[in-house]
């Protein structure tokens, strides 16, 4: 089941919100929302909503008595990665021994849970925070099953820290004027996905389909501002969807996205793009291994391994590797000097060398394989050919529809910021329009679903 379907929309989630207000006992509402979250993983997934259920109860039983002590994590952590290797990159790494030994390749019937590295890594948060906390564990088992299977944030995130939420599982509190702001931020995540990233998704797919000969400098580069919008407005729209639903059942999840395209180089882009990942990383992995703190080199190896892992979490292919090590190098060239972004400081050209740089980026990350990865940058960095057979399919590709909502993605995601600021800063004359706006984008989008066919989000992949 996703967000942006008429069974979502008009049918689980009335219901759900009806019987979760029926009932004033904070239990008894987390038994709603437990039930309806696993009758939601289990619309998409009817078999692997068991395991996910076993997996809470092996960890709930593990923490609940006792001291988690260090050898224990390292069991239940080394569990919770096995499975996750298993399920999601056990073929890849058969395969590419195969390949590297030139036998025959095996390809196992292996399915891929939906959402399982989000949910794993939240369950890897939850036994972390019981061993830092010392004794203090979570000791019921539908509050702790609620904070992994939550439908909100189960299936593409935003990845939610168990000390976020501890407190809240036990006691949160909520009014109209809140559940309204849900409501509405759950309308722009909607929008977001429904209108712009599907538009977009459609000339994208057509693109990345096209012959390695058919590409050249100017189609590379609408495939990369195309598909750098594309998962900009899908991935954030999931978040913003997930955080008003959360915000509608009095839970407040951390924002996920900040308008990572406003940034004013690739190091303040990760500040601000898919935040929760990126801080689960440092507070789990980077600063236990020493973060910043011995040393410049150390520091430098450090970054680049939690880059090179931030990649291989994406997925089972060569391309979200060499994604994840792009990355880690344009930060420590930033770092370094060795890019000197530092001493530019003009806003607009910040945001166009950052802009640039995440989009050949994403186009290693949407390509299919290592050859056509190239294929693309390549042609955005290496030349100025212009192939007229090329140029003949993108403009095939290129409708008005797609060129507008292509153009206003761009100027949201340069100067979407600056704007929220002025919107702050006038809030009491822009508030009336809030709603009236909502309800707008709302019907638009309700439309938009009922005519299109099925559209799941990028991350579910993940």
Known sequence: MVFSSVVFICFFLPIVFILYNSVKSVKLQNLILCL????????????????????????????????????????????????LFVFKYLNFAVNSICALFNAQTVEMPIVLPIGISFFTFQIISYTVDC???????????????????????LIAGPIVKFHDIESQLNSRKKDCSSIADGA??????????????????????????????????????????AYSMQ??????????????????????????????????????FWRRWHISL???????????????????????????????????????????????????????LEELNVIPVNKIRIKPLNR??????????????????????????????????????????????????????????LFYSFFGRDIKEKIRINSEKITALKYPCAILLFAASLLTVVSSSYSPFIYFQF
């Not at 640039?356 to 290496?382: D, H, P, Y």
């Open 36 to 83: 309806f979250s696993i009758i939601f993983y289990a619309y998409g997934e009817p078999l692997f909503v068991f395991y996910l259920i076993f997996s809470v109860f092996v960890h709930f039983l593990a923490t609940k008595k006792g001291r988690v002590t260090k050898l224990k994590l390292a069991m239940l952590t080394t569990l919770d990665i096995g499975v």
């Open 131 to 153: 061993y830092r906390n010392g004794g203090k564990t979570q000791t019921s088992f539908v509050n702790l099953l609620l904070y992994i299977s939550f439908f909100p944030q």
């Open 184 to 225: 509405v931020r759950f309308i722009t995540g909607l929008s977001k996905k429904v209108i712009i990233a599907d538009t977009l998704s459609i000339a994208v797919d057509g693109i990345f389909g096209f012959d390695g000969e058919m590409i050249s400098f100017p189609t590379a580069w609408v495939a990369a501002a």
């Open 231 to 268: 998962i900009y407005f899908d991935f954030s729209g999931y978040s913003d969807m997930a955080i008003g639903l959360g915000k509608i059942f009095g839970f407040t999840f951390l924002e996920n996205f900040e308008h990572p395209f406003s940034s004013m180089d690739i190091r303040e």
């Open 278 to 332: 990126t801080s689960w990383f440092k507070e789990y992995v980077y600063i236990p291994m020493g973060g910043s703190r011995k040393g410049k080199l150390r520091t430098v190896f450090n970054r680049l391994f939690v880059f090179l892992l931030t990649g291989i979490w994406h997925g089972a292919n060569f391309t979200f590797i060499v994604w994840g090590i792009y990355h880690g190098v344009i930060c420590m």
């Open 352 to 409: 166009l060398y950052t802009f640039c740089m995440a989009a050949i980026g994403f186009l290693i990350f949407r390509a299919e394989n290592l050859s056509q990865a190239f294929t693309f940058v390549k042609a955005a960095v290496c030349g100025f050919k212009i192939n007229r057979a090329g140029i003949s399919l993108l403009s095939a590709e290129f409708s008005p529809l797609f060129a507008c909502v292509l153009l206003f993605a």
